[in-house]
């Protein structure tokens, strides 16, 4: 890769690292802090929470899918990119969560707003054992509609059985946090 285009990637990451930082701070939202369900979705956002359920993506084998395939299990729905420090940081937890509990309906989705062929690489190297959606435009469109008007990556929704959105996350989860919010739920 050449020193110029490495140096784009780089100055890119930071400003948009920067920007994730300033506008999380802005909102006073810290990077650890949970959004109960009541304050992203009201009576006018439950139309566009059923219309984000049938939002279509591609994994990578090329299937189609949408959130509503996975209505019966309690859902954690992560957007990520590869490039993303923090998302890369909270992954392996995702897998160990999804390795201990996945017979009990729990179910990771990862949602990579990445380039597919950075994003399989990924996967296959860190042994990703949930599904990959390849989000794109469509990714960021219904981390908007699923309450991160800020675009902040990583962000972490969770429903219950139902399809029902229990609660958001912006910024990096911790084993913990997710054990505290999903436990009451298998």
């Known amino acids: 890769m050449g020193r110029t285009k490495l140096l ?11 920007a994730s930082f300033f506008l999380t701070q802005q909102e006073g939202v810290d990077n650890r802090a949970s959004t109960t369900v009541a304050a ?8 566009q929470l059923e219309e984000a359920r049938s939002l279509p993506f591609m994994d990578l084998k090329s299937d189609s899918h949408t959130l509503k395939g996975w209505e019966g299990k309690v859902l954690i729905l992560n957007f990520w990119a590869t490039w993303c420090p923090p998302c890369r940081r909270e992954i392996p937890a995702f897998i160990e969560l999804q390795d201990e509990f996945g017979d009990k309906g729990l179910q990771f989705v990862g949602v990579a707003v990445d380039n597919a062929k950075r994003v399989a690489t990924y ?3 860190n042994g990703i054992n949930y599904p990959t959606l390849l989000g794109e435009s469509n990714g960021l469109e219904l981390s908007i509609m699923l309450g991160n008007s800020a675009s902040v990556l990583p962000y972490t929704v969770i429903f219950d059985r139902n399809g029902t959105m229990i609660s958001s996350h912006r910024g990096e989860v911790s084993r913990e946090l997710m054990l505290e919010q999903v436990s009451p739920l298998l």
Request: glycine share 14%; no cysteine; hydrophobic share 55%.
């Open 40 to 47: 992203v979705v009201g009576e006018s956002s439950k139309l």
């Open 8 to 18: 784009l990637i780089a100055t890119i990451s930071i400003a948009l690292g920067g």
């Open 123 to 125: 996967a296959v190297k």
